[in-house]
């Protein structure tokens, strides 16, 4: 019985504090207290510093060097949640226009690095997807610099392109 007397206590107890915290929203005399919430959705954005880069016509000194360098464009990703930034080739290889047969340039001549000097050694394609940024939650500007390879037995004169994929996603 004492058992019964006490957990029927501990019930009043209880329902008397939930009642006291929620009587603590509304007014009481000249103070008034009230709860607000805010959802807060995913804010990702990605931008690029230009819509078209211009790899430039090589020269026989680039031929030569077997590539050509240029700072491409400037990326800027922000999040409020960790996220990366993936780069890709539309298509495994340039489209060709010209006179003479297409060479099948492959998308893994244009090779990428975040900084010029990284180029020497870069690894990074548009051949396969690659990660470009892998960042926690803020907003970063990246530099992308661009290496396109560049041979007398292979390269053809014409005009090439390569539409390439910037996606931002935050797992």
């Given at each position: 019985?004492?058992?019964?007397?006490?957990?029927?206590?501990?019930?009043?107890?209880?329902?008397?504090?939930?009642?006291?915290?929620?009587?603590?929203?509304?007014?009481?005399?000249?103070?008034?207290?009230?709860?607000?919430?805010?959802?807060?959705?995913?804010?990702?954005?990605?931008?690029?510093?230009?819509?078209?880069?211009?790899?430039?016509?090589?020269?026989?000194?680039?031929?030569?060097?077997?590539?050509?360098?240029?700072?491409?464009?400037?990326?800027?990703?922000?999040?409020?949640?960790?996220?990366?930034v993936q780069l890709s080739g539309v298509t495994p290889a340039f489209?060709?226009?010209?006179?003479?047969?297409?060479?099948?340039?492959?998308?893994?001549?244009?090779?990428?690095?975040?900084?010029?000097?990284?180029?020497?050694?870069?690894?990074?394609?548009?051949?396969?997807?690659?990660?470009?940024?892998?960042?926690?939650?803020?907003?970063?500007?990246?530099?992308?610099?661009?290496?396109?390879?560049?041979?007398?037995?292979?390269?053809?004169?014409?005009?090439?392109?390569?539409?390439?994929?910037?996606?931002?996603?935050?797992?």
């Amino acid at each position: 019985m004492k058992r019964c007397v006490g957990r029927i206590g501990l019930v009043i107890v209880l329902a008397t504090l939930s009642r006291q915290a929620h009587a603590q929203l509304g007014c009481l005399g000249s103070t008034c207290t009230i709860e607000i919430t805010m959802p807060v959705s995913d804010v990702l954005r990605l931008s690029l510093s230009t819509s078209s880069i211009s790899l430039g016509t090589p020269t026989e000194s680039d031929f030569q060097a077997g590539y050509r360098d240029v700072h491409a464009v400037n990326v800027t990703a922000k999040s409020n949640r960790p996220f990366t930034v993936q780069l890709s080739g539309v298509t495994p290889a340039f489209s060709y226009s010209g006179t003479l047969p297409t060479p099948n340039k492959p998308a893994s001549d244009l090779l990428w690095a975040t900084s010029a000097g990284a180029l020497s050694t870069a690894s990074n394609t548009f051949g396969t997807t690659t990660t470009f940024l892998n960042q926690g939650a803020g907003a970063i500007t990246s530099p992308l610099f661009l290496r396109t390879l560049w041979s007398f037995a292979n390269d053809v004169p014409g005009t090439y392109s390569l539409t390439i994929r910037f996606t931002l996603s935050a797992p």
